[in-house]
T-cell receptor, first 113, second 114 residues
Framework: KAGVTQTPRYLIKTRGQQVTLSCSPI?????VSWYQQTPGQGLQFLFE???????NKGNFPGRFSGRQFSNSRSEMNVSTLELGDSALYLC????????????FGPGTRLTVT | AQSVTQLGSHVSVSEGALVLLRCNYS??????LFWYVQYPNQGLQLLLK??????LVKGINGFEAEFKKSETSFHLTKPSAHMSDAAEYFC????????????FGKGNQVVVIP
């Protein structure tokens, strides 16, 4: 099976702009979760989508949003970018059922200048 | 809320020596436990997991971990370190009911000394 793919791998944006990141999960997986990784805060959960519905949400401002399509592909959007949004954004794919084993993509490195 | 503690952000180990990375969790019920490894410029790769059953679990690349409920621990070990083990290691937990949200520790950067 093909693994989790994320596009683009690298992105440079300016403060105030918005950005959309994409994630394609493993075939047959219905759950996609998003995580933010920074040197200061480590790995933090953003949200999870399961069968096109947001099932869990982390403690991030409303500028961070996501959606999932009927083919389980997911997008994450960040509006009004801030310098602190610079991070590695990781997508994780799972069946969505216990024991919730998650498989991660290579990530998108976002730099905000 | 669940949390994970990993002590010692950087861990140096000699090639051929024991690798020991400590993980303690805080949870009202025994969670599901995971160890992930991250190589530079890559995502996370699952090393091993504990859900139920045998408390000593074996993973990939010669790693294993033991779940000790009384100590709320899930330490990761490998008998003999290889140069290829140089990476960052993360312990993570998720509750065993209706929640697919991983809570991660801060990670251990492992350096292998030849």
């Amino acid at each position: 099976k093909a693994g989790v793919t994320q596009t683009p791998r690298y992105l440079i944006k300016t403060r105030g702009q918005q950005v959309t990141l994409s994630c394609s999960p493993i075939s047959g997986h219905r759950s996609v979760s998003w995580y933010q990784q920074t040197p200061g805060q480590g790995l933090q959960f953003l949200f999870e989508y399961f069968s096109e519905t947001q099932r869990n949400k982390g403690n991030f401002p409303g500028r961070f949003s996501g959606r999932q399509f009927s083919n389980s592909r997911s997008e994450m959007n960040v509006s009004t970018l801030e310098l602190g949004d610079s991070a590695l954004y990781l997508c994780a794919s799972s069946t969505g059922q216990i024991p919730y084993e998650q498989y991660f993509g290579p990530g998108t490195r976002l730099t905000v200048t | 809320a669940q949390s994970v503690t990993q002590l010692g952000s950087h861990v140096s180990v000699s090639e051929g020596a024991l690798v020991l990375l400590r993980c303690n969790y805080s949870s009202s019920v025994p969670p599901y436990l995971f160890w992930y490894v991250q190589y530079p410029n890559q995502g996370l790769q699952l090393l091993l997991k504990y859900t139920t059953g045998a408390t000593l679990v074996k993973g990939i690349n010669g790693f294993e971990a033991e779940f000790k409920k009384s100590e709320t621990s899930f330490h990761l070990t490998k008998p003999s370190a290889h140069m290829s083990d140089a990476a960052e290691y993360f312990c993570a937990v998720t509750p065993p009911y209706g929640n697919n949200r991983l809570a991660f520790g801060k990670g251990n950067q492992v350096v292998v000394i030849p």
